[in-house]
């Protein structure tokens, strides 16, 4: 299983952007389905978008037609921007082997703190 390190997050105010990478330490070729989660305070981990190794991209209701999934299997990195930030998108973002959560056996790394406040 390759280790997977996020980063990108910061704080910026409603209606900024921002973007997040997800380098791995390994070859994502292989992987199916990439995907992007966040978890805030209190509340469960939700998946905020998915990517397969074709292209074909899911997003999250809340977050669909603000929020593009890619990923760049050369540079064994996947990316999440954001755009039209809004304070309920504050959390902390992860990424991960979406076929492994799915079957319960994802670890899930630090993850990077995304933080929307005026």
């Known amino acids: 299983q390759v280790q997977l390190v996020e980063s990108g997050g910061g704080l910026v105010q409603p209606g900024e952007s921002l973007r997040l990478s997800c380098a791995a330490s390994g070859s994502i070729f292989s992987i199916y389905a990439m995907a992007w989660y966040r978890q805030a305070p209190g509340k469960q981990r939700e998946l905020v978008a998915r990517?397969?190794?074709?292209?074909?991209?899911n997003y999250g209701d809340s977050v669909k037609g603000r929020f593009t999934i890619s990923r760049d299997n050369a540079k064994n990195t996947v990316y999440l921007q954001m755009n039209s930030l809004k304070p309920e998108d504050t959390a902390v973002y992860y990424c991960?082997?979406?076929?492994?959560?799915?079957?319960?056996?994802?670890?899930w790394g630090q993850g990077t703190q995304v933080t929307v406040s005026s």
């Open positions: 991960n082997d979406a076929g492994l959560v799915a079957m319960g056996f994802g670890s």
């Open positions: 990517i397969t190794k074709g292209g074909t991209t």
